[in-house]
C-alpha cells in the first residue's frame, strides 16, 4: 500500500509543475488580449485625429453616431439588410443624419444599427467633418443655447437667411437654437440662430474646431468667421464683463497688444499662444506666429514688459 501511495505522489509531483505553468499561461494571454478603452469626451461632437484608433473607437461603444456625408471610399463599409449584404451603391442615402447606434467594435470597423439595418463601416480620417457623435453634440447645444454674448466690434454681414445684418459694438446676442444647417450647395455646418434688438438671423460656421471656442484661458468666447470679408467676434458675458473693467479696454476692442498687458488681456486678443518658453530675468515668453511673423512677448510680474517680432 504503501508503495502505491509513493507512486501516486510521484505523479502528482510530476503533474503540479505543469498545472502551474498553464496557469501561468492564462494569465498572461488574458493580458495580452486586454481591450484598451479611451472614455469618450463628450465635449467633442466630432471625431478628432485619433478617430480610427482602437482605443478611441472601443470609447465609442453605446455612443450613437451620425453620417452627414457619406463615407469617402465605397469600400468603407458595408450594409447588411435582414442579414443579407446589400450592394453599396445608391444604398447610404437613407442613413444621412439618421441615429445608428454604435454596437461593437470588431477588427477595426464599427458594428452599427440604423434603422433596422446593420452597418459595418471603417472610419477614416476623410471622413471626420462628415460625421457628428450625437452626444457630443447634444451636449454642446446645452452649454451655449439660451446663453447670451456681446460682439467685440461694429459689423455688417449677410446672415444664412440672405437678410443684412449690423451688429454694434457690446449689442447683446442671445443664442435661441443650433442646428445643422445647409452652408451652401456643397458644405454643411453649424448654424447659430441668434435674437438680437427684435431680430432674429443664423450665422453658419463651418465645422473645423471640435469646440468651436478658443481653448484654454479665456473660455467661452466664439470667433465667427466667414469666408468673405465680414468677421463678428463675440464673447460671453463673463469675458464682456472682464473686458469693460480691464484699462487696456480700447487697446483690446481694437485688437492691439501692449505692454502692461496681462497673460489673460493678451490672450483675449491673440488667442492661445503658438508655444511658451522661459528666459532669464522674465516669467514666460508667450510666442504667436501670424503671416510669417513670429511675435515675442515678455511677461514679468505677471504683465507684459516688451515686444519683439522677427
Not at 27 to 55: A, C, G, M, W
Not at 68 to 84: T, V
Not at 96 to 121: A, H, P, R, T, W
Not at 270 to 297: F, H, Q, V
Request: hydrophobic share 35%; charged share 25%.
Amino acid at each position: 500500500m504503501i508503495t502505491k501511495f509513493l507512486k501516486k505522489l510521484k505523479i502528482g509531483l510530476y503533474f503540479f509543475p505543469v498545472l502551474i505553468q498553464a496557469q501561468i499561461q492564462v494569465q498572461d494571454y488574458s493580458k495580452v488580449e486586454e481591450v484598451r478603452i479611451e472614455k469618450y469626451d463628450t465635449s467633442y461632437f466630432q471625431p478628432n485625429y485619433k478617430f480610427d484608433n482602437l482605443p478611441v473607437m472601443n470609447g465609442l461603444v453605446g455612443h450613437t453616431l451620425i453620417f452627414l456625408k457619406e463615407p469617402m471610399s465605397n469600400y468603407g463599409y458595408e450594409i447588411f439588410q435582414k442579414g443579407i449584404k446589400q450592394k453599396s451603391y445608391n444604398a447610404f442615402e437613407k442613413y444621412l443624419f439618421q441615429n445608428c447606434k454604435i454596437e461593437k467594435v470588431v477588427n477595426g470597423q464599427f458594428y452599427l444599427s440604423c434603422l433596422g439595418d446593420s452597418l459595418m463601416y471603417k472610419p477614416s480620417f476623410s471622413d471626420e467633418k462628415s460625421i457628428l457623435i450625437l452626444e457630443g453634440f447634444e451636449k454642446f447645444k446645452s452649454r451655449h443655447i439660451n446663453k447670451q454674448f456681446f460682439s467685440l466690434s461694429t459689423v455688417k454681414f449677410t446672415s444664412l437667411e440672405n437678410m443684412e445684418i449690423q451688429v454694434i459694438q457690446g449689442q447683446a446676442l442671445k443664442i435661441e437654437s443650433i442646428e445643422i444647417a445647409k452652408l451652401d450647395k456643397y458644405n454643411l455646418g453649424v448654424g447659430f440662430k441668434f435674437s438680437s434688438q427684435n431680430q432674429n438671423f443664423t450665422i453658419g460656421m463651418p465645422f473645423g474646431d471640435f469646440y468651436l471656442e478658443y481653448g484654454g484661458d479665456p473660455k467661452g468666447k466664439i470667433d465667427f468667421t466667414f469666408e468673405y470679408i465680414n468677421k463678428l467676434e463675440i464673447v460671453d458675458e463673463a469675458l464682456n464683463s472682464a473686458i469693460n473693467k480691464s484699462l487696456f479696454k480700447k487697446n483690446i476692442l481694437k485688437g492691439e497688444i501692449v505692454v502692461g498687458m496681462t497673460e489673460k488681456e493678451i490672450r483675449i486678443v491673440w488667442g492661445m499662444p503658438t508655444r511658451d518658453k522661459m528666459s532669464a530675468g522674465y516669467d514666460k515668453i508667450m510666442i504667436y506666429e501670424a503671416g510669417g511673423t513670429t511675435y515675442y512677448l515678455y511677461m514679468k510680474g505677471k504683465k507684459l514688459d516688451r515686444i519683439s517680432q522677427i
